[in-house]
């Protein structure tokens, strides 16, 4: 009797249905899922639950894009999966997962989860601190970022689940949040480059519901951890659309440790060449390195430092050095960069003025460092910035891509270049000093 009267007070929750695409309405097939995704998907069907592709993988295969890889969402929790497969993991505290392990392949399964309501869920901001609450399918939907996330893929009938409008919003090519914006950003400021990053990656805009708060909610971004804040910056700039999305970036000001370093036009300039040669090396499938990236951001602010402690009368390489030390202790800290990013990009800028010293073993020693490769590309950067001469770029690059003879070659005509000069110079100096002479005595 008090159930039914509590039943009758209290409101019904309202469950959400999902719009569900058949095969014959959607490009998508099972043959395009991963196998070992699909096999963790059938052992969780069997043992009768339900799992789908979720997220970005599905969102990627309606995009015609190859996903990066192919998580599952299942309505079994952790403790129920981890004895369905012979190897799998429970990790994590804040947001637990299974990873299972087929072969040599790692496939991550959560667990449907609902938004956390009580008193202790977010912070004085409303930023999220928990978030791993089992839930519902619908209410698993509702509490993902952006609706072209929120898509699940069953393999098994290839349908479609969509609870968000995700779909449609893949069709219009369109980068919508679910719910409503200042709240979502609020729950998690990262999600505001996130969105700048997927509408870049993907070749969507954002829609104007969710565009409108990102420079009004920007300083949120100061509350984040620097862990995830570091995390995310790389993401945004290994994306193959950095030079894009770091321009967006700095239109709403989401990143100030980046606005605080691209002061002038040259740093600008100096930031859209590393940025550049960034996207063209992913984009042709090379490897780069972030801190690479960073060291090129940071570069302007190295040689305005060397240069007032020039001017003041120091020497080139302890002015360097102690340009570096001023650097990263004004800035590391803003672009939450880890020690072991310093380490690698102070032995590139410390190479720089080597390059300039070809004589004897000198470009042996130098050409024998572990970072050479990093600090030329560095150096040939510099060459297009006008830095160094295009004649220092040549000559490296010739050096490095010469035999033994040819490397001995190069240093020999340099050593007659450089004493030929020094010998015209001598006897310029010669001739002036006897016209004075004449002069003095004609006088």
Not at 88 to 104: D, E, Y
Not at 187 to 202: S, T
Not at 304 to 314: K, P, T
């Amino acid at each position: 009797m008090i159930s039914s009267l509590i039943a009758r007070i209290l409101p019904k929750k309202r469950i959400r249905q999902p719009r569900i695409y058949h095969a014959a309405q959607h490009t998508i097939r099972a043959g395009q899922i991963d196998p070992a995704a699909l096999s963790v998907i059938r052992r969780l069907h069997s043992s009768g639950f339900q799992a789908f592709v979720v997220g970005g993988a599905v969102r990627d295969l309606l995009l015609e894009r190859r996903p990066k890889d192919f998580d599952i969402a299942t309505n079994a929790t952790p403790e129920q999966i981890k004895p369905l497969f012979r190897r799998a993991f429970i990790i994590g505290r804040r947001f637990k997962l299974v990873h299972v392990h087929v072969g040599r392949d790692v496939i991550e399964v959560s667990t449907f989860r609902t938004v956390q309501t009580d008193e202790n869920a977010t912070d004085e901001h409303g930023r999220l601190l928990s978030d791993n609450v089992y839930g519902t399918q619908s209410e698993d939907a509702m509490r993902r970022d952006f609706t072209v996330n929120a898509l699940y893929f069953d393999p098994l009938s290839e349908e479609i689940w969509d609870y968000v409008g995700g779909v449609n919003d893949i069709r219009a090519r369109r980068l919508k949040l679910i719910g409503s914006p200042v709240t979502r950003y609020r729950e998690d400021p990262v999600r505001m480059l996130r969105a700048v990053r997927l509408a870049g990656k993907l070749d969507l805009t954002i829609a104007p519901s969710s565009e409108k708060p990102l420079r009004k909610l920007a300083g949120l971004m100061a509350h984040i951890p620097p862990t995830r804040l570091f995390e995310e910056t790389q993401k945004l700039l290994l994306s193959g659309n950095a030079e894009k999305n770091i321009t967006e970036v700095r239109h709403y000001h989401l990143l100030p440790g980046l606005d605080a370093l691209l002061l002038d036009e040259n740093a600008e300039h100096f930031a859209a060449l590393a940025l550049k040669h960034t996207d063209d090396r992913i984009n042709i499938g090379k490897t780069v390195s972030p801190a690479y990236l960073f060291g090129a951001l940071l570069w302007p602010m190295v040689t305005r430092e060397r240069d007032v402690l020039l001017a003041a009368g120091g020497k080139p390489l302890p002015a360097l050095l102690e340009a570096i030390d001023t650097v990263f202790e004004r800035y590391a800290h803003k672009l939450a960069m880890p020690r072991r990013f310093q380490t690698m990009i102070r032995d590139i800028w410390v190479s720089q003025p080597r390059f300039e010293q070809r004589s004897g073993q000198r470009p042996y020693r130098l050409f024998g460092q572990p970072k050479f490769r990093a600090a030329y590309d560095f150096m040939l950067m510099r060459g297009e910035n006008g830095e160094v001469p295009e004649e220092l770029c040549r000559w490296w690059t010739l050096f490095q891509d010469a035999d033994e003879e040819g490397r001995q070659l190069l240093i020999h005509q340099l050593a007659k270049t450089t004493d030929d000069k020094r010998s015209r110079h001598r006897r310029r100096r010669k001739t002036a000093a006897k016209l004075a002479a004449n002069g003095a005595e004609s006088s």
